[in-house]
């Protein structure tokens, strides 16, 4: 067994959504030893959390900038490798920029910036870096994404016509009808979320799975938001029409107000010999649609699975796995890609991923203020 690898982690405390998910995953392959945090701006708080999850205090730093100053003092082989950033978007940049130009890995959250600009900053800084960079768009860390992402690419669905992904919750519903409580969240503060809160925390995601699993791009949009009351200045609901080609179009639609929905993504993808049909609360199950056959059902772990879906798993079938393996397998990729192993393409989501994203993102905010009109994007 290689040597763990020295994980920090930026965010993500106990009052977070994200940190478990992140700290389970890193946990789950037996790869990572978290050795360094911040896990929250306030130092009592970041302290206290360490030590009710047994993480040694001696590198709990008060804040990013220490922790950076304070690692590059010590030899390398004692170092962090590699940070998870898990704060508010806002923060994801500065962060991000600082550490690839100290030489260290990056596991980031989306959406990767808070803007294209800064994306595309970051883009050229980690080509200068040369250290392993990964955006968690958890979702392609599932075994059947993979698959469809393999027999997509295989041709099984020969050339595809139309793409249809949506990504609902409706966990805003009581915040966004409170005129005191829609000020006080940062997923709805520009300042903290950049210019999208709807399309910019999950549309991002839905979008990811579009180029993800079909290997194709997004040429242009046009979009639709919902802000739904005067004095919010971010999108709580937004459709979204895609062109990928002259004959391949498609929607993506993401919604914080549909009403008893929980995390509701979902992809379905047809073209001239079949469809794939997939949704994020039933993992497990990868639906193959025909004209002329009965429906098939794809499951993880049977032989008849991609190389790269098969790594996805880690049981026999029939032991469900679900968000914390998706995550994991991501984390499984990034260990690879760090050690210098060889690891397939689309383990995890790279920067790529990340800038077009925000390209994505951009590109929607544009469209919807110029009075939803057709937008390129790069
Ligand atoms: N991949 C996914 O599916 C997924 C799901 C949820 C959230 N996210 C992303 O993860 C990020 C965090 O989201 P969340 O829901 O966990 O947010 P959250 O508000 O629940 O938690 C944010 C954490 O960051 C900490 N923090 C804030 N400022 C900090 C600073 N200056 N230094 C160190 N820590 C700081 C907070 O104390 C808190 O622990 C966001 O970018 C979000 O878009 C991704």
């Known amino acids: 067994m290689p040597k763990k690898i020295r994980l920090g982690i930026l965010g993500g405390g106990g009052d977070s959504l994200i940190g478990v998910l992140h700290r389970v995953a890193s946990f789950i392959n037996d790869n990572y030893e978290i050795v360094g945090a911040v896990f929250n701006p306030n130092f009592e708080d970041n302290v206290n959390f360490a030590k009710e999850i047994d993480v040694p205090t001696n590198r709990i730093y008060k804040d990013f900038d220490t922790l950076v100053e304070e690692e590059l003092k010590l030899p ?3 170092r962090i490798q590699v940070c998870s950033i898990l704060t508010p978007n806002f923060l994801h940049f500065p962060m991000a920029k600082k550490l690839l130009e100290n030489g260290f890995h990056v596991i980031c959250e989306k959406p990767m910036t808070t803007t294209y600009e800064e994306a595309k900053i970051l883009q050229d800084t980690l080509a200068k870096a040369g250290t392993v960079f990964a955006v968690t768009h958890t979702y392609t860390g599932y075994p059947m994404v993979r698959q469809m992402r393999e027999m997509i690419k295989a041709g099984e669905l020969g050339k595809i016509h139309k793409v249809d992904a949506r990504y609902y919750q409706g966990w805003i519903n009581p915040i966004i009808h409170d005129k005191e409580k ?6 709805l503060d520009p300042k903290k979320a950049g210019i999208s809160s709807c399309m910019g925390d999950i549309g991002v995601h839905a979008f990811n799975m ?10 242009s949009l046009l979009c639709d938001f919902n802000y739904m009351y005067d004095d919010n200045q971010m999108d709580v609901d937004g459709t979204v029409l895609i062109r990928i080609g002259k004959n391949v179009k498609g929607v993506i639609r993401a919604s914080q107000v549909a009403t008893g929905e929980e995390n509701g993504l979902a992809i379905a993808i047809y073209g001239e010999k079949g469809a794939f049909r997939w949704e994020q609360e039933k993992p497990n199950f990868l639906y193959r649609l025909s004209d002329t056959e009965p429906v098939q059902i794809y499951k993880p772990g049977h032989a008849y699975n991609s190389e790269l879906s098969l790594d996805g798993t880690k049981l026999p079938p029939g032991h469900p796995e679900g968000i914390f393996d998706a995550m994991a397998n991501i984390y499984l990729g990034v260990a690879r890609a760090i050690r210098g192993e060889k690891y397939n393409d689309g383990e995890f989501p790279t920067m790529l991923d990340g800038v077009r994203g925000l390209n994505f993102i951009e590109s929607t905010v544009a469209s919807h203020k110029q009075g939803n009109i057709w937008v390129d994007m790069d």
């Open 76 to 78: 390398e082989d004692e």
């Open 182 to 187: 829609r000020s006080s969240v940062w997923r």
């Open 210 to 219: 579009v180029e993800f699993t079909t290997g194709l791009q997004v040429k």
